[in-house]
């Protein structure tokens, strides 16, 4: 199956969850850190209100009669003011009529009573809620029920405003959010550091299989943690057998070649020594079989090549000695052969594969061109990622649109007058193909053919 790649990468997915694992976290503490302050505040801000209730209590039990005229002296001047949220108030219940007294803060109004709201007291005794006051404001509120034997039963209630609780728990949560989001920011460096320590063997492996790859290195080397020195051996025996199996493949193709071609040299020999039409048409035959069996060996090779590992070349020295070489054959019609591909660039994949494509496009460009032939890279914006485009073009008559792709074709031949089997572009193309890569034919802004030849870079 082919190998499909995942919208984001190991560090990433690492990365991303923690970092929701963090924010989830913080997220969960706060809550519950503020809910705990909350608590906490309300306990303290009822531990005042209290203090008032015991002091309303112990007016309301001292004797005589007379001393409880100076109820709700508490010391506080905002039960004296005039709605400013701070309130007392005392209830009796086995009147006929229910008496109330309340702080002068209250203006003659009253607090709800949380007796007929049906709250439980808690362990102290006190009944706690929250209520809206006089003026719309919400109140804290606890009350306490009282008997004070012959004197009557009462409710004795305390109210404060509910908001310095609240600005008590915003100034909380404000300190808490910036607490947190330092916090978070620097789970998320420490994150990315581990996260880029953590992966830092595996990007090693990566580099090392890469220099394999290009043909760098024959084994990926190194020290790897435990769970990673496994896959590295794995690797290593990978390509250990991917080198057996290639090393056994040259050793047939060569031992098939010369099975072959020692037979096809002695027919073609005594062919050559006889005269006459079946000598002739020995010749002939045994011509087109040396190049269809050298045509299939070289598929065969070229098959076992471009699986294995670590093959590279470089185009500029086998572009300059196949050019010298052509010059030299044509040298008696003066036809120029240049290039323009500079040093650097390289092939991924066997020289001797690349000199056979080369040297065929070469050869057909040379037998047609006029006076010249030029070799060249397609600009970077016609070539794609990973990839080369080699440009060969001549001078010479070309061919119609409609014959281009016909001599591609194998042991296709449009002119039967110039010597060849045929075979050498569709060779290319099965060699180009083999790698990945193709040949397509067009014209030339030299007025001739153009080759254009794609294959793996490095």
Known sequence: MPVTRQRFSL????FISAAICCALVLILAGFGLTTFYRRAAERGFDERLSVYIKELVADLAAPPEAERQAIGDLGEPRFDLPLSGWYWQIIRLDGERPTVRTSRSLVGGQLPKLLDQNLQPNARGLRESYVSGPDERSLRVLEREIDVGEDGRFTVGVAAPADEIEGDIRDFRF???LTF????????ASTIAQVRYGLRPLARLRAAVGTVRTGESTRIA????PDLAPLAG????LIDANREILDRARTQVGNLAHALKTPLSVMQNEADA???VLSQTVRYQTAIMRDQVQYYLDRARAAALSGALGGICEIEPSLDALIRTFEKIAQGRAIDGSHTVPAGVRFRG??????EMLGNLLDNAFKWARTEVQVSLAPEAQTPEGRLVLLIDDDGPGLPDDAMAEVLKRGRRLDETTPGSGLGLSIVVDLAKLYGGGLSLERSPLGGLRARLVLPAV
């Open 350 to 355: 066997e020289k001797q594969d690349f000199e």
């Open 175 to 177: 300190a808490l959010t």
């Open 274 to 276: 006889s005269q006459g």
């Open 11 to 14: 560090g990433a997915r690492l």
């Open 181 to 188: 989001l330092f916090l978070g920011l620097a789970l998320v």
């Open 234 to 237: 794995e690797l290593n025996q």
């Open 222 to 225: 190194g020290h790897y943690p």
